[in-house]
């Protein structure tokens, strides 16, 4: 077996070295009851590579992957494209097949590049500091409430209609089995919303989501000033970061924590994971924050090196009174999140946000001639919310059949919602041709 | 040469990525354009892969050596599973295109949950959680969730060996319970006896690992087990060394409800420098109705995500624990470790965990202590007695292993232990590795106690990328980002050499 | 542009250290009237990575890769199972990225592996010493016929009528311009020319392929007899390595210089190149072996490491004496090979051998139940010919348009030899399936 | 810790490749099944990985650092490409598939020999040469070809530079030419005069690189043209220097009739330790006709390959160079390059290339002694005069550089300058790292200049993976294979460090 190296020569010299006759010596604390004979019946034998790639191979084959149509799915996680050093650089092993850096004297790799990741969050979302991730956005978010709730002694959490409906399920069930309170706005498909009212103090903080899940662009400081008025935080939460290339950051509309999806910079689609989440806040809640955090300090020889730090927070140390129970961050993810976004830069990564943008625009202005179609959205960056004449789901089914990934119905995230079945949103990412866009426009013309 | 940090390379007005200019359009951003520069460095490509190429040489990995991290199953992360996870049906598809579309992808979530249970001979897994301790979670949800169900709310405590994971406690506690911790036998096993006499109605669960993190079987597990039912509560393993049994017991034989499963230990999917991880959860009869949303279903129409509950609200799954439907990249990679060992390799997985281990502690216990008598199981336990009255502390040898080419072990961890040094090797290390290993311990234990080396283990490593660092400062004054008015290298022993 | 790291302020700057003014300035000494205004007319302007992949994206997407159908494919370049630990492994900057080692000191990494390589391509082929590969089987069953004119002092090779049209071609060519005559032997689709015949005092050396293009496999002790009494080298040629595996080496049978082509471990089809030679000769022909060659030798410390050596004989150093022109060698290829054959080790090479053998009997076994067909072949390795009842290339055609690739017609390696215009060359390797098999034999019975 | 060989590691038992069993057949070996073992190392695939990651990690590379060799254009190195070549559409496809399947394949080679013809400015492309020094013979041999069609075989003299690479007279004299050097003038450029004196009817062609191995322009290089044409031989054009000029300046223009392309200097395909290059040849109008088989046509019926002759046998190729039709895998990169870059990228390439070199030539000469006055194009040369008197060689002085983290220049090339160190940075350096390679290299010429740092030069390299290495002894007693009697590391050092 190819993986490992041990000849049974080598199992009859080491069993003598050990002084015991075979390996069910070594088993001997299992009780003999629970000691499997044999392989375990029901799973295939041990194949070869060629075996393995063609029954993966078959599997991959069935599913329409996302550069192989005209593809407007977000609602979430976004295809962009992924420069090819980005998975070259990952795959090296010194990279792939390290540990959690807590020997930062052979680990400086790992520890520099999320000092370079934390510093690139707090930049892009106009905070103070940052973490070195999470597992994603969504469970970032439920974390930025746990925090919230920590920082202000409260117990009550309030979300915005806008926020990602698997992001408040998430939120919901962190709040039903560690005990807090949600108090959930309407569903907000025209982003209209009015979060103040619902600011009161008991509320430790709003959870609100820019760009919306229906896209809509807002302007969050007075709902800032309203939560701060009230001794309450501003979480603010971003599914799409690449929006921030264009978007005047949470930061500076006061957000307290702000908690992002980074899926979108070198991770791909995954159909849902892994991703990783950015989490950053002010300088002054720092350690009230959960997960990894990597600081500068100075070796024994004076030279610049890199530490994780204030692990004093974490579970490992603090066991039952750690501020979470997360081990693990998205290490890997962050790596390839950081080196794309250190290949775009300043002037790539507000292009790329530019042309995701006006390449939207584009398609929404498209979309809105076709009859019957109305887009609900003044404002968005790269995704908005389009109403059809008839339910969404078979539309985007329809389509499907003809090799056309026309968006995310709302349908499916919010199944109970029975005035959101006809909406459907659309996402438009720089991956998107203008043939993609007449391809969807002449498809919806067809079928509805 | 010093690695700088990006931001002292970098010039606002270059970048390593061209694009299309941008169509012209009147934006619609309703009005929140962002104003000013965001800051970010900008370098082209090939500075790119130089900085993070060497960035990548200042790292030790599994690829360059033996990594002997008890407790972590540093093991051979094969190549195949990279290049099948990026496959364009897997790597290549949206969480939420039409499910009609995406038949292969859940079929594969659904072939791992198949393995996964029968290898445990549990009833269920919820696939969904990102990590082992997302895991501990989501499975002390489900025996809340089941405990609320039963009426028996007010069961608040959760028994806790004092040898646990720090996630074990720091999951109970995040959930609302107390810990209660029970105490260690002295043959680094969780004393029964109080194990049982703490079993009270207040109980919710134990949370047990098995094999423990002393690398010893829980020999009397079915005892306990038989117990914590009896006593109304739960049991909860925690799968972190399931390395050590993995094909050749089956969880679900030894009485326990629910056991997080680490597919970057035991199902050799990368550990990435700390992460992602995946963390399923197998689940008993009496959990199984409990787990989160989504789950795979196969019936007559093909394969689907059953992602919400129905209008009905008769649903009893304990919620959603993350957006999407867990961590793909990582269910390839580890179906495709299964499929390539196959039940027969799995189970030889487990002997030669386990072989490896016995091996290096009978090497070794020629100059360590061993912590306990007996086989271990994938990992084996020394206490720092060796090193009495030199000096030399278990953090100095390991740093001194540094130098020698290794990666230190777990240290000062199981708590139980003193100075505690736990060494995993796993299956993929050669007798060749493992001997070479092995001289270059036992050539350090004798060198500390030859009185005269405390000093030159204090002073290592000498040979890395970077001496020991001055942990305390980082902590007392936290420097978590880079600013202008950093000091980069530039201005530090190269410039000066260079003059 | 994303690989030039100059901004137009460095460009200023620079200009002003080195004291001109335009960069027009530094492209003085260029005759003014051929120097271009601006961009060369008539290419496209610069795109970025997503741009680049459409395009070339497009171009591959009409061709049908091999592993996208049944394919028995061979002639020179075999489809064989590439484990994907190879090419991580050759992608690592610090071999793909890296030059020639002139400096051993800091490419010990490179030498090692060369050296290793060497060491293997001897254990294959039963020879003494090899080099460091060359360009290609071709080229290098060509440079063998150079080194046997200058060992033999003599100015004329036997061609086996089984030699691989290509590399008779290649031969002929060298022949041509390069000053020496050439006996070919005719055609041998049967396997059973009598080359010694051929041999006289002339005669420097007798080039001979086994197993033959057609297959054919043969014991060539008593061809290597007859060309030492002559006082000629046999020269022998092997285009499919893995048979190597379960083949008596041609050293064993009196080689006295071994040609093969490497494609087939590590190296992928590529569409003819770059593939890699091995080279392997008798020790005391060492010095007149052409291309690059590693040696083991100690460091100031006394530590093993290794060199290029025996570079006397070399371009770079001899100039117009040098024993070849050759520079290059086909460094990363044989890292490739190298890496493939250490996953496979004496076990593995054997069974792959194995597996290809009886794989290729079974398909010559369903193939010669096809009514019509006719199996030339007693003896082969993977690869054996059959006569059709009608001309091989329209059929080949035929099966393609069912995307069957059935094999190489005769005529499209001898377009005029009227004789082979109804045989087919068959390969099967480990990649071929029953299915396959069944596919091919469904498919001629359908087409004749 | 050393890494040792595969074959020390090895266990004939052990395999890193698990395959199917082979079906039961009879054999039909002809009797000729191999007896006894080859003796191939078995190693599992973890050992492997780990064996070539460490041997990698003893290996400088451009994604390292500066590479500054000169005459090879170790340029950045694009993944994109690699991604390209990897296509299944590319490099799955076999050279003996229907042409009709590999009609993308084809029209690739098309796509990219329109690049270089347009490039160049020359009417016709032959792709199949395998490197650059088989483009030569490529070249070369279309010159005698010419020659032999037009009835002038007795013109046996190639004129060559003394300046030019070993492989220019290599290539002649192995075609039969005997080759006549023309001495250099003062300012490191051809002796235009002793050229047009040696131009007699004899001389069949002459062999010159330009921008020269000096790093300079042939300023008369046109008047050159003229007087090699006007006495009937063939200019051929060693376009290893092509960087400098790409996209500026077509050789076409420059009255050339043939010129090789290393695919791997200009166009970054990566060198890959040595291999594999790839050099197409362009050819004017009165060479095109013999370029060998095969050549791609495009008709109405698609894209075609030219294998073969007619029957006819009227054929004027000079015959075929390679089996199949050339390194597809680097004409994807390459192409991939071109189009990334365009022309107008392309045009800046040189600029860029130029404005390094020069810019490091104008700061190093503060210490250094540049080799000729005035602008250099893509490379800067400096002889060893400023270390007269100091003891040091250039072979010293370019050791040194190793220890300061560095590849060294090259070294004693081009043989017209003493002790020459030929710098070429290239266009993918950024000012920054020229600045400090050229900090680093002002500072070893001034501790060589100080006069008491001789024997700290001679012993560089100390901190590489070896020191310098006996090459006299590796000539004198080659030993070119291991052995089982070798002796392996195992009885070395380390061997005793641990005892």
Avoid at chain 1, 219 to 224: C, E, Q, S, V
């Amino acid at each position: 077996m190819r993986y490992l190296p041990l000849t049974d020569a080598d199992r009859r010299e080491m069993l003598a070295t050990i002084g015991v006759r075979s390996i069910d010596d070594l088993f001997r604390d299992v009780p003999t009851s629970v000691r499997l004979p044999g392989p375990i019946a029901g799973l295939s034998s041990h194949m070869g590579e060629m075996e393995v790639e063609r029954r993966l191979g078959r599997m991959a084959a069935r599913n329409l992957a996302a550069s192989d149509a005209p593809f407007f799915v977000g609602a979430g996680a976004y295809k962009h494209h992924v420069p090819a050093s980005v998975d070259h650089l990952i795959q090296r092993g010194e990279f792939l097949t390290s540990y959690t850096p807590y020997q930062p004297e052979i680990t400086q790799g790992t520890l520099q590049y999320l000092f370079e990741f934390q510093t690139q969050v707090t930049m892009l979302t106009g905070m103070e500091v940052a973490n070195a991730s999470m597992y994603d956005g969504s469970t970032g978010a439920s974390e930025a409430v746990l925090m919230a709730n920590r920082v202000t002694r409260r117990n009550k959490a309030v979300l915005s209609g806008g926020l990602h409906p698997h992001y408040r399920a998430v939120i919901e069930t962190t709040a039903r089995w560690q005990g807090f309170r949600v108090a959930g706005a309407p569903v907000d498909a025209d982003g209209i919303e009015d979060l103040a009212a619902l600011v009161d103090k008991e509320v430790s903080c709003v959870v609100v989501q820019n760009p919306s899940v229906f896209g809509h662009v807002r302007d969050l400081a007075p709902l800032a000033q309203a939560c701060h008025a009230a001794g309450a935080l501003l979480v603010v939460v971003v599914t799409e970061v690449v929006s921030l290339g264009l978007l005047t950051p949470p930061g500076d509309m006061g957000a307290d924590i702000v908690v992002c999806e980074g899926q979108s910079l070198g991770v791909g689609l995954n159909f849902g994971g892994p991703y990783v989440g950015l989490f950053a806040t002010r300088e002054k809640l720092m350690r009230q924050m959960p997960g990894r955090l990597v600081g500068e300090t100075v070796d024994a020889d004076g030279k610049r090196g890199f530490v994780l730090t204030l692990s004093t927070r974490e579970q490992h140390i603090r066991r039952e009174k750690a501020t979470s129970n997360i081990c693990t961050n998205a290490g890997l993810c962050a790596l390839a999140f950081t080196i794309h976004l250190t290949l775009l830069g300043e002037r790539g990564f507000t292009r790329l946000a530019e042309l995701n943008h006006a390449t939207a625009v584009r398609a929404a202005e498209r979309l809105a001639r076709v009859p019957g179609v109305k887009v609900l959205n003044d404002s968005f960056f790269n995704e908005f919310t389009v109403m059809l004449p008839k339910p969404a789901a078979p539309v985007v089914e329809a389509l499907a059949e003809r090799r056309i990934l026309a968006g995310v119905p709302v349908s499916r995230l919010l199944p109970h919602a029975p005035l959101c079945a006809d909406l459907l949103l659309v996402a438009v990412t720089e991956t998107v041709s203008d043939d993609d866009i007449e391809a969807l426009a002449a498809g919806l013309e067809e079928v509805l | 040469l010093e690695e700088r940090l990006i931001f002292e390379y970098a010039h606002a007005d270059r970048s390593g990525v061209d694009l299309p200019e941008p169509p012209k359009v009147k934006d619609r951003l309703g009005g929140l354009r962002r104003r000013g520069a965001i800051g970010l460095p900008g370098l082209a490509e090939p500075q790119v892969v130089q900085h993070y190429t060497r960035l990548s040489q200042k790292n030790y990995a599994i690829d360059s050596g033996l990594y002997p991290l008890g407790s972590c199953t540093m093991k051979h992360n094969p190549r195949l599973n990279e290049r099948m996870a990026r496959l364009p049906g897997f790597g290549d598809v949206h969480p939420l295109q039409p499910q009609s579309t995406v038949q292969g992808a859940i079929e594969l979530i659904g072939a791992l949950a198949g393995w996964l249970t029968t290898l445990t001979g549990m009833p269920a897994v919820a696939m969904s959680p990102a990590a082992g301790a997302h895991g501990e979670m989501c499975g002390m949800m489900a025996i809340a969730a089941a405990l609320a169900a039963s009426g028996e709310g007010h069961r608040k405590t959760v028994l806790v060996p004092e040898s646990a994971h720090g996630t074990n406690p720091a999951t109970a506690a995040a959930l609302g319970f107390s810990v209660k911790p029970i105490a260690a036998t002295a043959d680094g096993r969780v004393d029964v006896a109080a194990l049982k006499a703490a079993l009270g109605s207040d109980v919710a669960a134990i949370m047990l690992t098995n094999p423990n993190t002393c690398g010893l079987f829980e020999r009397d597990i079915r005892e306990v087990a038989d117990a914590v039912r009896a006593a109304g509560a739960y049991f909860y393993c925690d799968g972190a060394n399931y390395n050590a049994i993995v094909g050749r017991v089956r969880p679900g034989d030894l009485g326990i409800d629910c056991m997080h499963i680490n597919l970057h230990k035991t199902f050799s999917t990368p550990h990435g420098g700390g992460g992602p991880g995946s963390g399923p959860v197998v689940l008993s009869a009496r959990l199984a109705p409990y787990a989160p949303r989504p789950w795979v279903v196969r019936d007559d129409a093909g394969w689907r995500l059953a992602e919400e509950d129905g209008a009905a609200g008769d649903d009893q799954a304990l919620g959603r624990l993350k957006a999407f439907h867990g961590q793909m990249g990582m269910f390839v990679r580890a179906l495709a470790y299964m499929l390539s060992h196959g039940a027969d390799g799995l189970r030889q997985v487990a002997e030669d965990a386990v072989l490896n281990a016995n091996y290096v502690m009978a090497r070794l216990k020629a100059e360590l202590t061993p912590a306990f008598d007996g086989p271990c199981m994938h990992e084996c336990l020394f206490d720092d007695d060796f090193l009495k009255d030199t000096g030399i502390s278990t953090l100095d040898f390991a740093k001194a292993m540094i130098d020698e080419g290794y990666h230190p072990m777990t240290m000062y961890f199981p708590l139980v232990v003193h100075g505690a040094m736990l060494i995993e090797p796993t299956e993929t290390q050669s007798k060749h590795a493992l001997d070479e290993f092995c001289d270059t311990m036992l050539h350090l234990a004798r060198k500390a106690k030859s009185g005269t080396a405390a000093e030159a283990f204090k002073a290592a490593p000498l040979l890395a990328p970077r001496r020991r660092l001055d942990e305390t400062l980082a902590a007392r004054k936290p420097i978590l980002r880079w600013r202008p008015t950093n000091q980069g290298p530039g201005d530090g022993p190269l410039k000066q050499a260079a003059e």
